[in-house]
């Protein structure tokens, strides 16, 4: 069975930093894009960002773009997100997501999510 | 990019059928076919339901169908079901990232 499971939400304050990491399992994590999606309490999806199967290639929403940084350690079969600079817009349920195979731009397994929350 | 417009919510009785709109731009949704839509119920990580407009992933039932006309795509679901309550979310793209959501339309079963 595929399954991710993401973990490292915490409460943070404004201005700090966050590793959020996402354990794979069940495919071949090499050669799946992955993405990153958050969701504000009571607010719709919004996409943060995707690394290639070999990590080479990455792409970032422009709301994180210079602050967050997407990576991947194939041979744990794990995918992170680095985020410095916290605000309290980042405030929100993060989940990681495997992409359909042979397609950029769908997400067909998500993990259950990791809450970060930006707060004094 | 804007997100994508979706009406906030719909309804519907259990046997009918309900058709949730998303509108975009001519760079997105209505220049590309690489628009796809997720289920999520209350507390749930989002599923795939449809992509490249009307395909379905595997197990996922023929009573969800999409279509698109210019820059509006439609997700139609027939004969209502209880647990067909949730979220849905459209997503599209300019034909490369980023990858736009619209804001998430509520179906209730009444």
């Known amino acids: 069975e595929e399954q991710l499971l993401e973990s490292g939400g915490a409460l943070i304050q404004p201005g700090g930093s966050l590793r959020l990491s996402c354990a794979a399992s069940g495919f071949p994590f090499s050669k799946r894009s992955m993405t990153w999606v958050r969701q504000a309490p009571g607010k719709g999806l919004e996409w943060v960002s995707t690394i290639d199967g070999t990590g080479d290639s990455t792409y970032y929403a422009d709301s994180v773009k210079g602050r967050f940084s997407i990576s991947r350690d194939n041979s744990k079969n794990t995918l992170y997100l680095q985020m410095n600079s916290l605000g309290a817009e980042d405030t929100a349920v993060y989940y990681c997501?495997?992409?359909?195979?042979?397609?950029?731009?769908?997400?067909?397994?998500w993990g259950k999510g990791t809450t970060v929350t930006v707060s004094s | 990019q804007s997100a994508l417009t979706q009406p906030r919510s719909v309804s519907g009785s259990p046997g009918q059928s309900v058709t949730i709109s998303c509108t975009g731009t001519?760079?997105?949704?209505?220049?590309?076919?690489?628009v796809s839509w997720y289920q999520q119920h209350p507390g749930k990580a989002p599923k795939l339901i449809l992509y490249?407009?009307?395909k379905r992933p595997s197990g996922v039932p023929d009573r969800f169908s999409g279509s698109k006309s210019g820059n509006t795509a439609s997700l139609t679901i027939s004969g209502l079901q209880g647990d067909d309550e949730a979220d849905y979310s459209c997503?599209?793209?300019?034909?490369?990232?980023?990858?736009?959501f619209g804001g998430g339309t509520k179906l209730t079963v009444l």
């Open positions: 001519s760079s997105d949704v209505g220049g590309y076919n690489h």
């Open positions: 997501a495997k992409h359909l195979p042979g397609y950029y731009y769908y997400m067909d397994v």
């Open positions: 490249d407009v009307s």
């Open positions: 997503c599209s793209c300019a034909g490369s990232y980023p990858l736009i």
